[in-house]
């Protein structure tokens, strides 16, 4: 049975509305203490809410169509205007939108708040030219995986993190430096480098078309690396090569290149020196790398690498990488998706009446 012809979950509508300055008290009493006590979302509220290339939604509980009044999934009436769920749509690019964020009031979990907050977020990023959407989750976070897949998100990508392990048993956090290694600053490609061949090399190489073409663009967010998006990196020398960009390959023709991101920038980053939002080419030269941006502290920076069987780590480049401090982390992270175009249209609620949302107003 399509959903169409199922009963609604709730008998009244989400109104979906731009997040106030007010709405955090409330906002925070329901995404504090998401995972075992614990969520980012209070580190990044402020921030959010004023970010000018987003919008951070909240829904809120309205009148049924036939006037009835807002209550939670145990009978309890809810609160006119004050947030009951929040999510953040970011516009990464041009044309590809990011979803983060999405909280559900757990009084009122499990009747399809979420689904419907989520057509609202794809019609807000497709009236600001959206054409792809994305987003990325835990492998086991079902609920996230089953939400997605209400309108046709798909697994694209997975990866798993490489070296030291925030979720291991007794991990201490390294000391933070937030620079890169010193001498990693040497081997950033130069504009004057051959570009196109760097380019033909990033764009052939099998880990990159593991990941699907994606890199970190902001903190945890990821879109399209361009030859546009490569070209402004390298002139921002975030592009670091080995081995040295003034040597030739050797004879193996065996080579590695990071992408950097930019600082913080207020961002909620955990890791210092940051990740690389992508790493490509062969094992060995791959490792000097990670080793020359962490300032030679095994296991710093984390990389992240496309999942399963990462083409960079064939043949011993695993147990190599482990060695040198940099074994693979349990768990994978999904990154889902899908287009907006003409095959895959704007979704509808399934009960028009149950979504309240003029993303032109917002
Ligand atoms: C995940 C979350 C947003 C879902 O919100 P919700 O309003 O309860 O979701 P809906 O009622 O619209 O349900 C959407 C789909 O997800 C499924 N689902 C929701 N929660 C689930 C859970 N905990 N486990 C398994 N499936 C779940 C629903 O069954 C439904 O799928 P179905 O129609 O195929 O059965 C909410 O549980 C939440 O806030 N969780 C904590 C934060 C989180 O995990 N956010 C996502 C991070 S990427």
Do not use: C
Not at 74 to 100: F, K, Q, S
Not at 184 to 202: E, I, K, M
């Amino acid at each position: 049975m399509s959903s169409h012809h199922q009963r609604p979950a709730r008998g009244w509508p989400i109104v979906v509305r731009r997040a106030r300055p007010s709405d955090k008290e409330a906002a925070l009493q329901f995404a504090t203490n998401t995972w075992h006590g614990w969520d980012y979302i209070p580190r990044v509220w402020d921030r959010w809410l004023v970010a000018p290339d987003s919008a951070l939604l909240v829904a809120t509980a309205g009148h049924g169509p036939a006037g009835a009044e807002p209550v939670d999934s145990e009978g309890m009436p809810l609160t006119a205007d004050v947030p009951i769920a929040m999510t953040r749509v970011v516009m990464l690019t041009e044309t590809e939108a990011w979803l983060e964020g999405v909280r559900v009031d757990p009084r009122v979990r499990g009747l399809g708040v979420a689904t419907d907050l989520q057509v609202a977020e794809f019609r807000w990023a497709a009236s600001r030219g959206a054409r792809t959407v994305r987003y990325v989750t835990g492998q086991d976070n079902e609920g996230s995986h089953r939400l997605g897949a209400k309108h046709g998100m798909r697994v694209v990508t997975a990866y798993r993190w490489y070296g030291w392990d925030d979720a291991a048993e007794g991990a201490v956090r390294p000391e933070p430096t937030g620079a890169l290694g010193g001498a990693a600053g040497d081997l950033a490609l130069s504009p004057d480098a051959d570009l196109a061949a760097w380019w033909s090399r990033v764009a052939s190489d099998r880990t990159f078309r593991s990941a699907e073409g994606l890199f970190e663009i902001r903190s945890w967010a990821f879109a399209l690396l361009t030859r546009e998006r490569f070209q402004a990196q390298v002139e921002r020398s975030m592009v670091l090569v080995w081995p040295h960009p003034r040597q030739p390959l050797a004879d193996d023709g065996a080579w590695a290149l990071a992408v950097l991101r930019g600082g913080p920038e207020g961002e909620d980053d955990i890791d210092t020196p940051l990740p690389p939002a992508l790493l490509l080419g062969h094992p060995r030269p791959a490792l000097e790398l990670a080793r020359a941006i962490g300032g030679g502290r095994p296991g710093l920076p984390r990389i992240r690498l496309p999942d399963p069987e990462p083409p960079l780590l064939v043949g011993t480049g695993a147990n190599a990488w482990a060695q040198a401090g940099w074994p693979a982390a349990e768990r994978t992270a999904h990154i889902l998706g899908r287009e907006i175009d003409r095959a895959h249209p704007l979704p509808e609620p399934a009960h028009p009446e149950l979504l309240e949302f003029t993303p032109e107003d917002i």
